[in-house]
């Protein structure tokens, strides 16, 4: 079946940056689109971007424009997330989903604070 | 961006109660493909959202059938018809005919 397998959670310095991973399984990654989502401890869900693992083609949210970086690895059917220059305000929960949410990975917690 | 207004905020009821969720977009959500990319989540506490409906009315896989969308252009609904302890969680609605995809402010749903 498919699975997306988040990596694990991140405390982080401000002005630091940090890499987010999603591995999947039981689908074809490589012919597939995999998008990313922020919610903030009891807030609602924010769309990041989406990016085609067959070329590695990607669409932001002009809101996370700069902030994160969205690439794959079809080798090992991963999806990751760059996230730079973090503050206090991308503390969060960052989600990968595909098919229009049809599946979610568990998320993964990312603190930022010195 | 378009907006996604959810009411009620908190929805209280009780096991076996028929309730409504209210999703109301600032613009028409009908595509030029004539598709309507509007879905429903359910998240609870400490999970992933997990996709009950899509396309207005479409019920996802193992999603029990006392879950049901509808609506059309602005206005979408979500009906539970008879409650269970289960269904208790957050709900959030999405569009994703414009970009980018924006989802509802939630409502959530706890017991009476």
């Known amino acids: 079946q498919v699975k997306l397998q988040q990596s694990g959670a991140e405390l982080v310095k401000p002005g630091a940056s940090v890499k987010l991973s999603c591995k999947t399984s039981g689908y074809t990654f490589s012919t597939s689109y995999m998008s990313w989502f922020k919610q903030i401890p009891g807030q609602s869900i924010e769309w990041i971007g989406m990016?085609?693992?067959?070329?590695?083609?990607?669409g932001y949210n002009q809101k996370f424009k700069g902030k994160a970086t969205l690439t794959v690895d079809t080798s090992s059917s991963t999806a990751y997330m760059d996230l730079s220059s973090l503050t206090t305000e991308d503390s969060a929960v960052y989600f990968c989903?595909?098919?229009?949410?049809?599946?979610w990975g568990q998320g993964v917690m990312v603190t930022v604070s010195s | 961006d378009v907006v996604l207004t959810q009411t009620p905020s908190i929805l209280s009821a009780t096991i076996g109660q028929s309730v409504s969720i209210s999703c109301r977009s600032s613009?028409?959500?009908?595509?030029?493909?004539?598709?309507?990319?509007l879905y429903w989540f359910l998240q609870r506490p400490g999970q992933s959202p997990q996709r009950l409906i899509y396309?207005?009315?479409n019920l996802g896989s193992g999603v029990p059938n006392r879950f049901s969308g509808s609506g059309s252009g602005t206005d979408f609904t979500l009906k539970i018809s008879g409650v269970e302890a289960e269904d208790l969680g957050v709900y959030y609605c999405m569009q994703a005919t414009h970009a980018p995809p924006t989802f509802g402010g939630g409502t959530k749903l706890e017991l009476k």
């Open positions: 613009q028409s959500l009908l595509d030029s493909d004539g598709n309507t990319y």
């Open positions: 396309l207005v009315s």
């Open positions: 989903a595909r098919e229009a949410g049809r599946y």
């Open positions: 990016i085609y693992a067959g070329d590695g083609g990607t």
